[in-house]
T-cell receptor, first 111, second 115 residues
Framework: AAGVIQSPRHLIKEKRETATLKCYPIPRHDTVYWYQQGPGQDPQFLISFYEKMQSDKGSIPDRFSAQQFSDYHSELNMSSLELGDSALYFC??????????FGQGTRLTVV | AQSVTQLDSQVPVFEEAPVELRCNYSSSVSVYLFWYVQYPNQGLQLLLKYLSGSTLVKGINGFEAEFNKSQTSFHLRKPSVHISDTAEYFCAVSEGRAAGNKLTFGGGTRVLVKP
């Protein structure tokens, strides 16, 4: 069965650079979620989209933005990167308010 | 606001022994409850979920959990663990209206299965 696809799997950026993470949800899923998992931490909700509209917002820094495109894929844009942004970023998708399925994550390292 | 507490940060257990991972939640509304497993350098895989109905929920890989509303708990159990069960386990809640709402996770429990 198709799963949530995230790219890239690994990303190394320098401080103050910009990063773009991509997420391709499971086909027919209408909701996309982004989570951030710091080292040794539990995942923290960042933002979600339902049918291409932002549906909920968590503890997402102002330096971050996200959107969902017409083909339902989503991108998380992160600017002015800081060392503390180093984390595993998960995308998840769901269909009509059922449970969320997670991707493998993108490991971002800021140096 | 909802919160999730996993009472044990680490649980060492011998192979073929039983294991129980404890999870308590607090919420002002009805919730949906989940257990996810995360293997090293992997994503989160859904083990099981409680949405409604029977309070005893069976999941994949021989895991089961029991929802106890009066104690606001959702403990995860497995009668006999394997080495391959070594992983981090997260309890999570989705508040109110739908299972598709954002998840609030507990701090995780690292299970180390010893031979």
């Amino acid at each position: 069965a198709a799963g949530v696809i995230q790219s890239p799997r690994h990303l190394i950026k320098e401080k103050r650079e910009t990063a773009t993470l991509k997420c391709y949800p499971i086909p027919r899923h209408d909701t996309v979620y982004w989570y951030q998992q710091g080292p040794g931490q539990d995942p923290q909700f960042l933002i979600s989209f339902y049918e291409k509209m932002q549906s909920d917002k968590g503890s997402i820094p102002d330096r971050f933005s996200a959107q969902q495109f017409s083909d339902y894929h989503s991108e998380l844009n992160m600017s002015s990167l800081e060392l503390g942004d180093s984390a595993l970023y998960f995308c998840a998708s769901s269909f009509r308010n059922t449970e969320a399925f997670f991707g493998q994550g993108t490991r971002l390292t800021v140096v | 606001a909802q919160s999730v507490t996993q009472l044990d940060s680490q649980v060492p257990v011998f192979e073929e022994a039983p294991v129980e991972l404890r999870c308590n939640y607090s919420s002002s509304v009805s919730v949906y409850l989940f257990w996810y497993v995360q293997y090293p350098n992997q994503g989160l895989q859904l083990l099981l979920k409680y949405l409604s109905g029977s309070t005893l929920v069976k999941g994949i890989n021989g895991f089961e959990a029991e929802f106890n509303k009066s104690q606001t708990s959702f403990h995860l159990r497995k009668p006999s663990v394997h080495i391959s069960d070594t992983a981090e386990y997260f309890c999570a809640v989705s508040e109110g209206r739908a299972a598709g709402n954002k998840l609030t996770f507990g701090g995780g429990t690292r299970v180390l299965v010893k031979p």
